[in-house]
Every structure is written in C-alpha cells, then in structure tokens.
C-alpha cells in the first residue's frame, strides 16, 4: 500500500503483469478423459481429494449454528458457523452407521443429531451423546466417534474446503489470484443470481469453454461491441499452481469491428457511455478513445455514489474484463462492481453429467440504488434471491451462458466417437492444455509447477 500512496498514478496505470507461458509439452487430451469411468475414478482419488474446493458463502452462515451443505461428487460437506464466529466444515456422515446427518442446503441448528439413531454431534463436531453407550463393546463412542473435520479457510467471502489433510495453505493455493481479487472487495458483495442445473457432459467440457476465448466470435457473436475479442490485444496468463488468467480491454470496441474515424459508436457502447454521463458524439472521431475516458469518468461517479473499493483498483480494473479459472473447476469473470461465479462439479458416479452453478454477485456501495445487470438480466438492488435447482433445458441459465451451453452436450457425444482422435489447439486455446497437465500431475502425484 505504501507504493501506491507514494507514486499513486503511476500504479494505477501499471498493467497486470504477464506470465510467461508454461513449457509446450504436447500433451494429449483425448476422448477417454470425458468418459471412462477409470479416468473419472482416478481424478477422483489423486486429485478432487487434494485440492482446495470453493464450496459456500459466509454470508450466508452469520450466527452460530447455522450450517450450508453442499455436494461435490459422491461426497457432501456441512460448513457450520462456530460459537466463537469462526467456520468449520465436516464431511456430512455419522461416524455410526454412515447415515447423512443433513440434507438441506441451508438450516440453522443447536447441534446436528443424526435421523437414523440419534447420535448427537455439537457444533464443533464432538459425539456428547450416543443412546445405550454403555452397550458398545469398543467402549463409549462419545468424545471418539467425533465428525471427521476437513481443512476449511475462508477468501473473498466464499468458504473453501481440502480433503488433504496436509494440504498446503489457500493463499499458497491461489497464486497470485489472491491479491487480484482481494482488491475488489467482493467478500463485501451480494448475491443476485443463483442457478444449478444438471448438465448432460462431463465437468471438463464446461471448464475447457472457459479456458479459452477462441469460441466467442461464434458462439457469442453479438459480444464484441463493448469488449476487445481481439485474441491479438489479449493477454492470456497461466499459473503454476493451475489457475489461469485472461484479461481483456473492455469499454472499448473491438478491433474485430474496424471502425473508423466518423464510425458511429455500436449501441451497447453508447449505452455504457451515456451511463457514465459521457456523449457519444463525442468520440466519433476517436472512436477507440472511449476506453480511457470511461476509467477518468468512473472514478468521479465511484467517488460520489461510494464505490470505496475504487481506491484499490487500477485504471484497467474499472473498465476492463478479467476471467479466471480457479483449478479444478471454477470460473469467475470479474469486473470492477461484478462478480460472475461459474462452477461445474462432477456427477457422483456418471463420468457424462455434471452439476453446473452460476451465481452472480455485485458491489453494495451505499449510494448506488441502480439495477444490478446480472448474466439473467437486471435485478433490483434489494432484491433476495432463490437458489434455483433445475435439469439442463428445463429453464434458462440466461442468454449468454445458454449459448456456452448449447454446445456442450452434442461435444460430449463427439468425443466418445473413434474419429476423434484428439484436440487441435490453437496458442489462445493453450490454457486447455495446460489445465488437463495439471490433473494428471495430481494423478502422477505430482503437485503442480514442481517436479516432486
């Protein structure tokens, strides 16, 4: 922070600092990785079970005894809010008879007693009461049979779990993630969309999408007046941890468009610049100008609503587009007062489906009362949202996350098909590659970005 308030322009002018790209190895990615059930068992074992999963919200958990369940294969987690305002989470199974002790999503409760026998768990995971304890051969299970405890850590507001028990830290996990999103503030943001959908495909197939943007000029064709699409102008990073980086001008026409000096502004331009009290008229000479202009006319307009995070942003951070993919299995555009959160978990036992989530979240500064524009349309500032439970068709995910999805399914049934015999990728498309090196690191038991 020092630096920033020493020479604070020069830093918020900085740009992010690009990651050299990870050595070319070739990998194959072939059909089996999205359906055999050897594959799905062995990503199971030497991976989901080491990583560090992005599971609930503490929000949504603010008294002590309230708990969030959620499901990730064939596994399900309890994240309960302790007496002292801390989180823990436990896999969601009595240490008796293996019954699952919960099965809302959200609840609040003194203690968690299990509807089979009515084994006792306190808050913190301790067996206090187990009936006819003094029948068990082994000895009172109370004090012993305790819920087993998974490592739990809290960032950006969401709840993440390990399985590994040795694992290493979150921070250490993210990478250089962790400061980015840390400057947002999004632990202080709200809710506005919460879909799930049950997806014919394997897990993979959404989050490869998400690895690249070499798809958006085909299936999100109407997206470019606003965004540079440009792979040219785009700057692709790659972590060693796993995660991945991509971060597009936005605010700005696409040099897709070759728009020329007299060009009028596309619609969706005009629209964001009138927002921000700014004419049109006034860049059609310089019609790539807008970019900048819109960073100077957004701090003014954060200052006086009370965007405070503003302060801890850069320039490019208030206009421009930033899409990660956190390893394995969630994706999250981030803009400076929107949070995109797209997650797909793996089926518990079909390697061919998937459950898909896709959350919004936005900035609460208190003197913005604007609409929040969310990937499923506008929604008051006030407004509480359901989670919305449904099968893929059954209901939109929202427009353009429909189109993402509209081409998944008829992928998965290509890649069971013997002509295919493996992908083709693009540079742009090289964080696919990257991402199926890692899972079979974790498979080989290496941990990623070293070589033990």
């Not at 070739?26 to 068992?41: A, K, L, M, T, W």
């Amino acid at each position: 922070m020092a630096t920033k308030l020493e020479n604070l322009e020069e830093w918020r002018q900085s740009p992010p600092e690009a990651q050299p790209d990870p050595e070319n190895t070739g990998h194959p990615i072939d059909g089996y990785r999205y359906f055999s059930q050897e594959f799905f068992h062995q990503e199971w074992e030497e991976m989901w079970t080491k990583v560090w999963i992005l599971l609930g919200r503490e929000s949504e958990i603010p008294e002590p005894g309230d708990y969030q369940m959620e499901e990730v294969g064939p596994e399900s987690f309890i994240m309960v809010r302790q007496q002292d305002g801390s989180i823990k989470a436990f896999y969601n199974v009595c240490q008796h008879r293996a019954a699952r002790l919960v099965f809302n999503d959200l609840d609040s409760v003194e203690a968690f007693i299990c509807p089979y026998h009515g084994w006792r768990f306190e808050l913190d995971g301790e067996l206090t009461y187990a009936r006819d304890a003094e029948d068990f051969p082994e000895g009172d299970p109370c004090g012993k049979m305790n819920l087993i405890e998974v490592p739990c850590e809290t960032f950006a507001g969401f709840i993440w779990i390990n399985m590994n028990e040795d694992c290493e830290s979150l921070r250490e996990y993210l990478g250089p993630v962790w400061d980015d999103w840390e400057a947002y503030g999004v632990d202080k943001w709200k809710r506005y969309q919460a879909l799930t959908g049950e997806m014919p495909n394997n897990w993979k197939v959404i989050q490869d999408n998400f690895n690249e943007s070499y798809h958006l000029p085909t299936v999100h064709p109407e997206s470019d007046s606003t965004v540079e699409e440009n792979y040219k102008y785009t700057q692709f990073d790659m972590f060693p941890e796993g995660h991945a980086r991509m971060w597009m001008k936005s605010g700005v026409p696409s040099q897709l468009l070759d728009l020329k000096p007299g060009d009028e502004l596309p619609e969706a331009m005009q629209m964001t610049l009138r927002a921000y009290g700014l004419d049109p008229e006034d860049f059609r000479d310089n019609p790539y100008g807008t970019r900048e202009a819109l960073q100077k006319a957004k701090r003014a307009y954060g200052e006086s609503k009370g965007y405070d995070h503003y302060e801890n942003l850069k320039d490019h951070q208030l206009t421009d587009t930033y899409h990660y993919t956190i390893f394995p299995s969630t994706a999250v555009s981030v803009w400076a007062d929107g949070f995109h959160f797209l997650r797909s978990r793996p089926h518990p036992t079909d390697p061919t489906k998937c459950i898909f989530d896709n959350w919004w979240y936005a900035s609460q500064p208190e003197g913005e009362t604007a609409p929040v524009n969310t990937a499923a349309g506008q929604v008051p500032r006030d407004a509480e949202v359901d989670h919305e439970v449904f099968k893929y068709g059954e209901k939109s995910m929202g427009f353009a996350i429909d189109q993402d999805l509209a081409v998944t399914p008829g992928q998965q049934l290509g890649l069971r098909s013997r002509a295919f015999k493996g992908v083709y990728l693009s540079h742009q498309e090289w964080r696919i590659r990257r991402y199926h090196e890692v899972i079979d690191e974790y498979i080989n038991g290496v941990r990623p970005g070293t070589k033990t």
